[in-house]
């Protein structure tokens, strides 16, 4: 079964960035497309970004509510997806995970971390 | 965006009872919805792919089904380790969207 770790959460001012990282083991993390979700506290889930594999053109997309602030990238060869996130605000604090895709295609979600928390808070 | 509209949003039943929740998507979305478990601490689990589709471990008490704007997830017989909130999720239209979530409690 794949493993997902999210790692790089903490507590930051706002204004200011942090990397969050999501280390992947048991699959070809290259074959598939890769994802962040948050969940704020008390609140439900929430999209933030998805990349494509390099096979599909590792492009990324991302929510309206990040677009500008945040930036995906994946290093295929150490099996690692990557969520720079910038001019961080109250709001996005939240548990944030990392998912990956069922299909190579990208279509659907099978597999999420166990998250890591973004506390931002001056 | 497409809004999922999920129904309860709580719900307290007793061991052994047939639970049902709805979600209803606001445009199409074909049989793109999928439906999770999540335990309070951890992070969502897949119970139902692809609106009916069981995945793999889950018990055969969870069902789903439904396509198009309309879909239903059903648990069987409750048992005590059900306890958890439920989540739909369409990935049919870009962005992907959730429902509010329906807290299950024991009776």
């Known amino acids: 079964e794949a493993q997902l770790v999210e790692s790089g959460g903490g507590l930051v001012k706002p204004g200011r960035s942090l990397r969050l990282s999501c280390t992947t083991s048991?699959?070809?993390?290259?074959?598939?497309?890769m994802a962040w979700f948050r969940q704020g506290p008390g609140k439900g889930l929430e999209w933030v970004s998805f990349i494509r594999s390099n096979s599909r053109g590792g492009t990324a997309e991302y929510a309206a509510s990040v677009k500008g602030r945040f930036t995906m990238s994946r290093d295929d060869s150490k099996s690692i997806a990557y969520l720079q996130m910038n001019s961080l605000k109250t709001e996005d604090t939240a548990v944030y995970y990392c998912?990956?895709?069922?299909?190579?295609?990208?279509?659907?979600?099978?597999?999420w971390g166990q998250g890591t928390l973004v506390t931002v808070s001056s | 965006d497409t809004q999922m509209t999920q129904s309860p949003s709580s719900l307290s039943a007793s061991v052994g009872d047939r639970v049902t929740i709805t979600c209803q998507a606001s445009?199409?979305?074909?049989?793109?919805l999928n439906w999770y478990q999540q335990k309070p601490g951890k992070g969502p689990k897949v119970l139902i792919y692809?609106?009916?589709n069981l995945e793999t471990g889950v018990p055969s008490r969870f069902s789903g089904s439904g396509s198009g704007t309309d879909f239903t997830l059903t648990i069987t017989s409750l048992q005590p380790e059900d306890i958890a909130t439920y989540y739909c999720q369409q990935h049919g239209n870009f962005p992907p969207t959730f429902g509010q979530g329906t807290r299950l409690e024991i009776k």
């Open positions: 445009q199409d979305i074909s049989n793109s």
């Open positions: 692809d609106a009916y």
């Open positions: 048991r699959f070809t993390f290259g074959d598939y497309a």
């Open positions: 998912t990956r895709s069922r299909e190579t295609t990208g279509r659907g979600v099978m597999y």
